[in-house]
């Protein structure tokens, strides 16, 4: 579904993503872990075609990631959430359906409202909206036109913990559907049981690759080891 081969961006004399590679198949969930500043939202910016590659190549279901084919097949939630002021909650929702030209949009379109509790605010203006309930708008709107491939960064923050337990249930129903997630995020603990392969990023290098298990074995195959203990370690200076 995504195949990411010698992905490079540099910004002037930094390089922030240094020629990593990686594939993900159909029903994958894959964490994109790594301390600030490790190139992860770059790298899925670059993927999604918002920030234009150095060198390398992004395909998303064998399209060239800034292609319409493959545009028309993936969605990006970003970390901070980007409405349009004037536009209520609604608008933005039917906004998406028919750039994306979802049929029957308007039955789905309520039922992730309600998911999210937001349906009693449909016809607020975003600028009327906590952060946490844009970021909520954000991802109704990623989730709607049902593509083969989402990009989430950070999507837990902000949210409420009946909204992050309702996000965690949707990447399980998403998976068993054959939808590829890859999510970015610092809350370790929010997709510790969701991931079974994470990416571990640092200074714009992949330096980690593997299923949890993988990597939990490394620490000494210790079942009380968490995501949190394995991210630590392999992150740590030598």
Request: aromatic share 8%.
């Amino acid at each position: 579904m995504l195949k990411v081969k010698g992905l490079l961006k540099d910004y002037k004399n930094v390089r922030a993503v240094n020629d990593i590679s990686f594939d993900l198949e159909e029903g994958d969930i894959v964490g994109l872990l790594g301390p600030n500043g490790a190139g992860k939202s770059t790298t899925i910016k670059t993927i999604a075609g918002l920030l234009r590659a150095t060198y390398g190549d992004v395909t998303i279901n064998g399209h060239k990631n800034t292609s319409v084919d493959a545009k028309s097949n993936f969605s990006y939630i970003p970390e901070m959430p980007e409405l349009y002021e004037m536009l209520t909650v609604w608008e933005h929702i039917k906004f998406i359906a028919y750039a994306y030209k979802v049929s029957n949009w308007e039955e789905k379109a309520e039922k992730l409202l309600r998911r999210y509790d937001m349906w009693d605010r449909k016809d607020k203006l975003s600028k009327e909206l906590s952060k946490g309930m844009k970021q909520k708008v954000s991802i109704c709107c990623g989730l709607l036109p049902d593509p083969g491939l989402y990009l989430f960064d950070e999507p837990m923050i902000g949210l409420d913990p009946k909204a992050i337990r309702e996000t965690k249930i949707i990447f399980k129903e998403l998976s068993e559907r054959g939808k590829t997630i890859f999510v970015s995020t610092h809350l370790l603990d929010s997709i510790e049981n969701l991931c079974k392969r994470v990416l571990v990023m640092k200074s714009g290098t992949i330096i980690a690759d593997e299923s949890v298990d993988n990597l939990k074995k490394k620490l000494g195959n210790n079942t009380d080891v968490s995501l949190e203990d394995v991210f630590l370690e392999v992150t740590k200076d030598e």
